[in-house]
Every structure is written in C-alpha cells, then in structure tokens.
C-alpha cells in the first residue's frame, strides 16, 4: 500500500524558514511532488523532483525561496522553505506521479497523496 507521510509542518514568523518531509513508503519509481492548500483556495503544487535524478521543477512564486530535495537512502522527499511570508501559510502535501511533463501541477496527474501538514506564517 504506497504511503506518502508529510511532517514538520508548524507557526513561523514571517522570514524564517522551515524544512517540510515527507516520508515515502510503496510508491516505487515516481516522481514526488509539494502541494499547498491555503485556507478557501485550490491546491497548487509548489515543486517536484525526479525519483531518478535531482531534475526538479518549481512553481514560480516560489523560485530562489523553496527548495525541494530527496534523500534517496530515506526513502524522503524535502522541502525547504526560507523568507517565509504570510501568503504562503496552508497545508502542504506531498503526492506521488509517473508523469514528467511541462503542465506537472495538474491535480490529476497525481496518484497518491499524504495527508498533509499545516505551515502557518505569522507574528
């Protein structure tokens, strides 16, 4: 059963950073994926990387700020985020795709997901 856990989600004051993981299990070769969700909006990815290489692609409201990485030996996928700003406070997902292609945020494109962790950015 392919498992897709997040975790470090938490209350940050606007600047700082925070390290999101997410902890993969069953999934087999595919590429993982950040999503957010904030509060009343749709879900939208943020980045994704390559379960084969560090090929990674990012939304571009987060290029240079969010950086997305994997630690094949974990079985873990990161996501690390600096100059946090209010705007970006939702829950963030993790989710799992075979497809690599230019429109990767699609929803629809995605198999399994975790079921999320809450980033909040405020004083």
């Known amino acids: 059963q392919p498992q897709l856990v997040e975790s470090g989600g938490d209350l940050v004051q606007p600047g700082g950073s925070l390290r999101l993981s997410c902890s993969i299990s069953g999934v087999g070769s595919y590429h993982i994926a950040w999503f957010r969700q904030a509060p009343g909006k749709e879900r939208e990815g943020i980045a994704l990387?390559?379960?084969?290489?560090?090929?990674?692609k990012y939304a571009d409201s987060v290029k240079g700020r969010f950086t997305i990485s994997r630690d094949p030996s974990k079985n873990t996928v990161y996501l690390q985020m600096t100059d946090l700003k209010p705007d970006v406070t939702g829950t963030y997902f993790c989710?799992?795709?075979?497809?690599?292609?230019?429109?990767?945020?699609?929803?629809?494109?995605?198999?399994?997901w975790g079921r999320g962790t809450r980033v909040t950015v405020s004083t």
């Open positions: 989710a799992s795709t075979r497809n690599w292609r230019v429109d990767w945020a699609a929803i629809t494109l995605f198999d399994f």
């Open positions: 990387i390559s379960r084969l290489t560090d090929a990674t």
